[in-house]
């Protein structure tokens, strides 16, 4: 079984020498019960709660599944109902919850913590409580007062859990096609009736109730995206004392049968005529629905970390372990016998390739958290500080980096894990070294919620082209001003200011191409959103360094020079993408489509 030791110190590097998180608190009235002696221990039980409990079940979970039992209802692996319990008793589904309804009100630079963790040791696990916080989210802020009184506690508590259903058979990210429909009733309720597929967590025998929450039109609403609406419909009725009633009208059909995440049911669900009552107003759904969708987005990105995590140090300790070859070089085992026998080999840490694709991974897992934590933090800036200006830069700048944090997190992601799979050989494909699942798990971070095509869509289409490149202007002057007032004498110091440079001009290139060829995004906007990605990990680099300058210890010299082979192995990548982008469309578009065509 692969083995896991919680990040701690790396995790208050970024928190708090980075980022200076306690500083930050104390500036914000929302934000001032919240201590580092506070969020240490919240990092400990978490730290004790994901070791213990959730790695044992990661690949039982995953040999066993989630099972169909029929008649609509699905069984989950062996010792998930009594972890899920005792996740919930812990407070950890609320953590991030408003006090009001009997959350702990933590910020999102403390939660996102918490759930990379979580995401490390059990991906399957984690994506039942994700989608109740997300489902909370929403409610909170797109939910009526009787709404919010009815369910948040309750999810929040774990005695009820949530979802999202948007994606139908015929209609994934088209969503103006659903074809799910919503009559209203005599008493101000809807039925809906329609069928919807991919749902997360859509059954299970985790908590009592499952509130569902699901995108359907109304009669005569506006044809495509203009006429959604959004709807709570809930597993079982509930009346008004919050005792449950009645079974709804719904039902899981089937659960998909998938790469990885075996262990999260994934279902097919079926609704005929279910009670729903609408969240907000009448089609103003997809925009409702977006308050979970982005939260889920952000924290697809905490699921690549956790599984570049796991599978980085379990690679550095079978690189450690595992001798093959002599190594040549000055890194050799001081230990080495002077008289070398014959049969004598180094381990294979030694080896400069293996350790080229174990610093690829290492590089990813802290670049990714420390761009993470300051999406985070940008969240929470909007969320509760009470300057207004600085809560418009903040949203600005949450919508510029939520697609990069979904898509260029999870494709560097897949990456490091597969790397990491190669430092084990031939034993990194066999079950049981469990590296193989490690990457079935963390491939679906790249599809769902947005695949990540069309997180690089979004990116280049809404929040570049739509305003002129502004939000990438704001973001990069940020970077320059950093970079030029950098105490640290680094490499990284002019790495940041140079690609800067490059991505403002790639900026400047793309929204010309735009101009002349408005069809040109679809052809480079993947290699936009990667260049982006690489010139945002030097500034997290950047960062690091600084936070780490004049700090005597092993553990801060390494930031720096982790932050120097960022810079000379794979930040030339960002080259790369840029003639890509630049080639423009011409070469993609040069075929027929007969040319894809297949013979009968």
Not at 76 to 104: C, K, R, S, V
Not at 249 to 263: F, V
Not at 502 to 516: F, G, K, P, R, S
Request: proline share 4%; net charge negative; with cysteine.
């Amino acid at each position: 079984m692969p083995i896991y030791h919680a990040p701690i110190d790396d995790m208050r590097f970024i928190l708090n020498d980075v980022f200076n998180a306690s500083e930050f608190w104390q500036q914000v009235p929302a934000l001032e019960h919240v201590d580092s002696d506070t969020v240490d221990m919240i990092l400990e039980a978490m730290a004790k709660f994901a070791t213990t409990t959730l790695l044992p079940l990661n690949r039982t979970g995953d040999e066993e599944g989630a099972q169909y039992l029929g008649d609509g209802k699905v069984k989950t692996p062996a010792g998930f109902a009594e972890a899920f319990h005792e996740y919930a008793e812990g407070g950890w589904i609320g953590l991030g919850g408003d006090m009001e309804y009997g959350g702990q009100g933590m910020p999102k630079m403390v939660t996102m913590l918490a759930e990379e963790m979580v995401f490390t040791t059990n991906q399957s696990f984690a994506l039942y409580p994700n989608l109740s916080g997300g489902a909370a989210m929403c409610l909170l802020n797109a939910g009526s007062d009787e709404q919010k009184q009815t369910y948040l506690e309750k999810i929040y508590s774990g005695e009820w859990s949530g979802t999202m259903c948007l994606t139908e058979p015929h209609a994934g990210t088209d969503l103006g096609i659903i074809k799910t429909r919503a009559v209203p009733n005599d008493d101000g309720s809807y039925a809906l009736t329609g069928t919807k597929i991919f749902i997360t967590a859509g059954e299970h025998d985790l908590t009592q109730n499952i509130i569902h929450l699901v995108l359907a039109k109304t009669p005569n609403a506006p044809a495509g995206s203009k006429g959604i609406s959004l709807f709570i419909v809930p597993k079982f009725l509930v009346n008004a004392d919050s005792s449950l009633g009645e079974r709804n009208s719904l039902a899981c059909g089937s659960i998909e049968h998938k790469m990885g995440i075996k262990a999260s049911a994934t279902c097919v669900m079926n609704f005929d005529g279910a009670k729903g009552w609408m969240i907000g107003e009448e089609n103003t759904g997809l925009a409702s629905m977006f308050i979970m969708m982005n939260y889920e987005r952000l924290t697809m990105g905490l699921q690549g970390i956790g599984g570049t995590e796991l599978a980085y140090q379990n690679a550095a300790l079978y690189a450690n372990d595992r001798v093959q070859g002599r190594a040549d070089h000055g890194t050799q085992d001081p230990n080495k016998p002077s008289d070398i026998p014959v049969n004598y080999a180094d381990p294979i840490v030694h080896h400069a390739d293996v350790r080229r694709m174990l610093l690829n991974a290492k590089a990813v897992s802290e670049a990714s958290r420390c761009f993470a934590m300051y999406v985070a933090k940008q969240l929470d800036i909007y969320k509760f500080s009470p300057d207004k200006a600085a809560k418009k830069a903040a949203a600005d700048r949450v919508a510029l980096l939520t697609p990069v944090s979904k898509a260029f997190l999870t494709d560097r992601a897949l990456e490091a894990t597969i790397d990491c799979q190669q430092v084990f050989g031939g034993h990194g494909y066999i079950r049981e070294w469990g590296m193989e699942q490690i990457v079935r798990d963390t491939r679906i971070s790249q599809i769902y919620e947005g695949t990540n095509g069309i997180q690089s869509l979004d990116l280049l289409g809404r929040k570049v082209a739509k305003n002129g490149g502004a939000f990438v202007e704001t973001y990069l002057a940020e970077m320059r001003d950093f970079a030029q007032t950098m105490q640290a004498n680094h490499a990284v110091k002019q790495a940041i200011l140079t690609s800067a440079d490059t991505l403002a001009d790639l900026t400047q290139n793309v929204l010309e191409q735009i101009q002349h060829k408005p069809d040109a995004i679809n052809g480079c906007a993947v290699d936009y959103l990667a260049a982006f990605g690489y010139v945002s990990f030097a500034y997290m680099f950047g960062l690091m360094v600084e936070a780490a300058h004049g700090k005597a210890g092993e553990f801060y010299a390494n930031k720096a020079k982790l932050a120097d082979y960022f810079v000379a192995r794979m930040l030339p990548r960002l080259q790369g993408h840029v003639a890509m982008v630049k080639a423009g469309t011409d070469p993609i578009m040069a075929f027929d489509n007969g040319y894809f065509a297949q013979e009968a």
